[in-house]
């Protein structure tokens, strides 16, 4: 599916001194990104957030939906990342850099309302009036739960912010009106749904089945991807649900990898046959996870990202099936990219888009070392990974791979040494012996 880049982090226009022009900061950035081999960008909300008190925001807390920096409310023009028109340039600009956009976008709750008001269901008062300057989709308190059309929700809120029922026939509309706009006049090319066990799945289907129509796609399907935080059982029931019958079938981000990977990156004595626990996505349905190391809310606290040996983690995701996610500051802010070496991102993306294809298959596994085989697809041969656990010395096996009398060459590597591997000869029956170095990684490519 290629590589997918979150191209934002919390408070990043602050960070970067970008505040107000992130999309056209996006833009800058965008030769170094198809240069990295990247193939789409998840951009931050883009919408008009409350902005309460004055703070600037990121997003996840939209006032007005159809504000992508257009109208003067909540504080001024802009959105944190910007304008409208900035927006649009950057993502045609993406197109022309051969690179997919995808819109983050938050229609559980929103933040920021303009008056409060009683809701007779409850007899409780909530800030549930809603008079947007766009002039489109205003909205009172039976816009929200509880709701004439939905009195009791089945799912939980977020954050305390009023939530939106999609039951009632006018929210339906609007997010739909919403999703359309995104698509067909902005330009976006997907959409990664924020907090989806706050609402029904049938939402976001109904989403996902819409055939847009763009100029040179009449009936255009985008992709999609929900953030469910929490266990694979959980997330896959969510997937069932989303997916039944749905002729463009959504994906998921893959949670409990991500903690199996900051187990191994930074859990002392993880056992490395953990990464084939029947516990995440990627391993009951790997076309549908969306695999990541850490993103924006995984870093909010210190030590709650991974911390030691990240590259681990990602020559795990740029190398098995799934659909692999890497972060903004991993690759831009902390020096992971090592451009023009074998030890960095660069390298690990150039193995995914070049060699990563077929099926997954595992060669060996133990506490200490794990081995495996992409059985290759197409124009993709093929590839194995080793992973060392190891901290005090080079570790490895014999395998047998699916190739006979054939050069296995190293194309990426990293570890506590730096040395480059050994090139490798399978032999009549496709065996071989792989090492890698102290808490490294090699990947393996046919030539």
Not at 33 to 45: E, H, R, S, Y
Not at 189 to 208: C, E, L, N, Q, T
Request: charged fraction near 20%; proline fraction near 6%.
């Amino acid at each position: 599916m290629g590589v997918l880049l979150q191209a934002f982090y919390w408070n990043c226009p602050a960070a970067e001194s970008q505040q107000g022009t992130w999309w056209k900061y996006l833009q800058s950035k965008l030769p170094d990104i198809q240069k990295a081999g990247f193939t789409a960008m998840w951009l931050p909300p883009a919408s008009k957030a409350a902005n309460l008190f004055g703070n600037p925001s990121m997003g996840y807390d939209p006032y007005d939906y159809f504000d992508l920096g257009e109208y003067n409310q909540r504080g001024g023009i802009p959105t944190w990342f910007g304008v409208k028109d900035d927006l649009v340039a950057l993502i045609a600009a993406a197109h022309g850099a051969s690179l997919q956009v995808y819109a983050d976008i938050v229609i559980n709750h929103n933040n920021g309302g303009d008056a409060e008001e009683l809701n007779p269901l409850n007899n409780e008062k909530a800030w549930t009036v809603f008079s947007p300057v766009s002039g489109k989709f205003p909205r009172d308190w039976r816009c929200f739960h509880p709701s004439t059309f939905q009195v009791v929700s089945e799912y939980p809120p977020f954050g305390g912010m009023p939530q939106l029922c999609h039951q009632n026939p006018q929210v339906y509309a609007a997010m739909m009106d919403y999703a359309q706009r995104m698509i067909e006049e902005i330009g976006y090319d997907g959409f990664r749904f924020d907090y989806v066990k706050g609402f029904s799945p049938w939402m976001i289907k109904a989403i996902s089945e819409r055939r847009f129509s763009r100029s040179s796609e009449p009936f255009y399907k985008p992709f999609c991807v929900g953030e469910y935080w929490d266990t694979e059982i959980s997330i896959v029931d969510w997937l069932d649900h989303a997916n039944h019958f749905n002729d463009n079938p959504v994906s998921a981000f893959d949670f409990p990898l991500r903690y199996h990977l900051k187990d191994m990156c930074d859990g002392f004595g993880y056992d490395l046959r953990g990464l084939l626990a029947q516990d995440s996505v990627l391993t009951t349905e790997p076309d549908r996870s969306v695999t990541f190391v850490d993103n924006h809310d995984t870093t909010q606290n210190p030590g709650d990202g991974v911390v030691n040996d990240k590259m681990l983690a990602y020559a795990f995701i740029l190398t098995h099936q799934g659909y692999p996610c890497v972060f903004w500051p991993d690759y831009f802010n902390y020096g992971l990219s090592r451009s023009g070496t074998a030890n960095g991102l660069d390298a690990l993306i150039a193995a995914h888009e070049h060699y990563a294809g077929g099926g997954t298959q595992n060669l060996w596994a133990d506490q200490n070392l794990y081995i495996m085989q992409r059985n290759g697809f197409g124009s993709q041969p093929g590839l194995v990974l080793v992973l060392n656990n190891r901290g005090d010395s080079w570790n490895g096996a014999t395998v047998h791979t699916q190739w006979q009398n054939q050069h296995l060459a190293p194309i990426a590597w990293d570890g506590h040494d730096q040395s480059r591997p050994e090139d490798k000869h399978t032999g009549e029956d496709g065996t071989v012996d792989l090492y890698a170095a102290p808490r490294g990684f090699v990947v393996y490519a046919p030539q």
